[in-house]
């Protein structure tokens, strides 16, 4: 049974602070196959639909019948270990600052072996649940988990390398004035923060009294505009060295497309917010999260954007709001790109229309805030980095997957 | 008539005998702008960016861009900024006469109402009692209210509430009397607009814009220092930027006071 977490001690100011150690990030193309699956937190493993077999590691062609049409489907996750050790000295300079590290071979109920990192709770063998995670350096990792939920198992110091709970770590909200913001606030309560930082722009518009439960412990609110420069990198001043996860729930939601709009105040106030935003907090908070990769267990581990599933695709009835979304979207990447190097995971959170008052003559289904919020506690709990919410979330990406043109002439 | 001598008020200036008081706020983001429900479109607030300071973007100078609306900050309100004054001549910034941008100012002192009634209206009697004291107001003049609004933080000096914004502000009346029975310039506020903060709900809605700007004046907002000024006697310079067909501009202004 794993050891429950201990509220992390204050840094001793005369220690080095660990410097992130890169994870060997170099993989052959045919892995990558394994990364979207990964990414979303689904067990997907190459299959030959020739000869039916479940391949691994990542293959060009399959072993067994030669053919190269190999495909990636859900498999399976069952296993059994057959054999673990604990490596002591590992060579690597990621794995020597984190030893001794365990692994073992998984023989897994669909086919193949895998060698895994362990659980604590998976003992030599024992039963299994495999998953396919990300890891520090982006890349598909098998990790295998108890087969049935052990105490205190998410406070497994090597799970905790490939996810990102908030459990006593510190966050930021960015935008505590929206209803995601809000109902993020509640939900990091619950999974049991350390610090929660809620940024609030314009002080002087008020706030409903119960919006924010700042009279709870570790509840703090802090100025932040993201519209001004100085405000985002004052705060990063103050508290850059302190955030571990950063969640932005700034939005700026306005309908309409570009023929019918009287001039550019719409399009320039959206991206100032989704766009402009993101990236100064990107210029004044990257830095001090990248450098903080390693800093003991409440290490910085994870950047969210709260994304819209029309940056995928464009809505013409909110065309503004998603061109707005896709810049935003491929800001992401890159600054998924850029804080790799200190193993600070960027989950994108795309939803479909929100419960919200910007929404309010859309039926149902749509997305209320606390599911938001929840489901993205849960992304991070799990490690992942693409995560979709709701059913018009999910029905647009698997649409787009099917063919994307047809969704694009389906939404205009 | 004598000939006008310059150099000595020049001189004056110089010698501290007349005071130059600045009536503005600094520029800043943070410093609360008008706010409209957000269907209609919203004034940019003041961002200012660094190009460069004395960095690898210019290693031997300092400078930034600002975005801005017409109306942040201290600004001045021209009348093409509102519809009642919209087909005047000359009725936007750039083409403001420049003999309007220099002016006698009247301040009338309604600070300790406005700290007991946010709502607080200035009407024609409390003009007419202020007009006893200091003498009729003349044509052509400023008409300062002066509340100490500017002294408040920031959510006080916004001061909105679930049903918009309280700040003091004139009456229908008094502007229409100020406007046409005393033919004053225009009229100026420490608050956010030339109108109270529930002037949206008088009749005229905003009656400070509809009828100042009808009649071709001016409106001055979220001044600064007005306590610093005498009732009568000070000199106010307001000279807004020259945009094109601009609807007001964020200026400095500045008051001239004789020191004896």
């Known amino acids: 049974m794993s050891r429950e977490l201990a509220p992390p001690p204050r840094r001793n100011p005369l220690v080095r602070t660990p410097l992130p150690q890169p994870m060997p990030a170099f993989r052959a193309r045919a892995t990558h196959a394994l990364t979207a699956a990964a990414a979303e937190g689904r067990f997907a493993l190459q299959r030959c639909p020739a000869c039916g077999r479940v391949i691994y590691p990542a293959h060009d062609a399959c072993p067994g019948c030669l053919s190269p049409a190999l495909v990636v489907a859900d498999v399976p996750s069952g296993g059994r270990i057959v054999a673990e050790t604990s490596v002591r000295a590992p060579l690597h300079p990621h794995f020597r600052q984190r030893s001794a590290w365990r692994i073992g071979i998984v023989h897994l109920d669909c086919g193949p072996s895998i060698v895994a990192h362990l659980h604590g709770d998976c003992g030599d063998g024992e039963r299994v649940r495999m998953t396919m995670k990300l890891d520090k350096a982006g890349t598909p990792a098998a990790f295998a988990l108890p087969e049935t939920e052990t105490p205190h198992m998410q406070d497994d110091p090597q799970l905790r390398e490939f996810t990102a709970s908030p459990k006593h770590r510190r966050v930021l909200i960015t935008d505590g004035r929206t209803a995601a913001g809000q109902a993020m606030v509640r939900a990091m309560i619950e999974a049991g923060v350390a610090k929660l930082f809620i940024g609030l722009g314009e002080p002087w518009k008020p706030l409903a009294e119960d919006a924010i439960p700042s009279a709870l412990k570790g509840v703090e609110i802090v100025p932040l505009d993201l519209g001004d420069d100085a405000s985002v990198r004052d705060l990063a001043a103050d508290i850059g060295g302190k955030v571990d996860i950063l969640v932005n729930t700034a939005e700026h939601i306005r ?18 917010t989704t766009v402009m935003g993101l990236a100064r907090l990107a210029r004044a908070f990257g830095p001090a999260m990248r450098s903080r990769g390693a800093d003991g267990t409440d290490n910085a581990v994870a950047w969210v954007n709260l994304l819209s599933v029309y940056a995928l695709v464009n809505w013409p009835e909110f065309g503004l709001y998603s061109a707005g979304q896709a810049a935003a979207l491929s800001i992401a990447q890159s600054l998924r790109a850029e804080l790799r190097p200190g193993g600070i995971r960027v989950v994108n959170v795309f939803s479909g229309p929100g419960d919200t008052e910007w929404f309010q003559h859309l039926p149902p289904p749509k997305v209320a805030p606390a599911v938001l919020a929840r489901e993205t506690v849960a992304a991070l709990r799990e490690g992942l980095e693409d995560v ?21 002439r389906e939404l205009g | 008539m004598s000939a006008i001598d310059l150099g000595a008020f020049a001189a004056a200036i110089i010698q501290g005998e007349i005071e130059i008081i600045d009536l503005t706020h600094t520029l800043a983001p943070e410093f609360p702008t008008i706010v409209l429900p957000p269907e209609f479109g919203q004034s940019s607030p003041v961002r200012i960016e660094t190009i ?19 109306h942040t900050g201290t600004h001045l309100d021209a009348p093409v900024h509102w519809v009642t004054g919209k087909d005047l001549p000359d009725n936007s910034v750039d083409t403001m006469p420049t003999r309007s941008m220099i002016a006698p100012a009247c301040v009338v002192d309604c600070s300790a109402q406005a700290a007991a009634d946010a709502d607080f209206l200035l009407g024609v009697p409390a003009l007419q009692a202020w007009e006893a004291t200091h003498g009729t107001i003349a044509g052509g003049s400023w008409v300062l209210m002066r509340t100490d609004w ?9 001061n909105i509430g679930p049903d918009g914004p309280h700040t003091p502000g004139p009456d229908a009346d008094a502007i229409r009397w100020l406007v046409e029975e005393r033919g004053v310039l225009g009229f100026g506020t420490e608050t956010i607009g030339t109108d109270a903060g529930q002037g949206g709900h008088f009749n005229p809605p905003y009656p400070a814009h509809h009828y100042l700007h009808g009649a071709g004046r001016y409106g001055l907002q979220c001044l600064a220092n007005l306590d610093r000024l005498p009732p009568t006697g000070s ?12 609807s007001g ?12």
């Open chain 1, 255 to 272: 309908p309409g497309g570009l023929v019918d709009q009287r001039n550019g105040q719409a399009l320039r106030d959206g991206f100032e």
């Open chain 1, 388 to 408: 979709y919410v709701g059913e018009i979330a999910k029905d647009i990406k698997a649409r787009l997957e099917d063919n994307p043109k047809a969704v694009e």
């Open chain 2, 52 to 70: 460069s300071r004395y960095d690898a973007d210019g290693p031997a100078w300092y400078w930034n861009n600002i975005t801005l609306g017409e």
């Open chain 2, 150 to 158: 500017s002294k408040r933080g920031p959510i006080a000096f916004a």
């Open chain 2, 235 to 246: 000199l106010v310079v307001a000279a807004p930027l020259k945009i094109r067909r601009g």
């Open chain 2, 249 to 260: 501009s964020p200026l400095r202004v500045l008051g001239l006071v004789a020191t004896r």
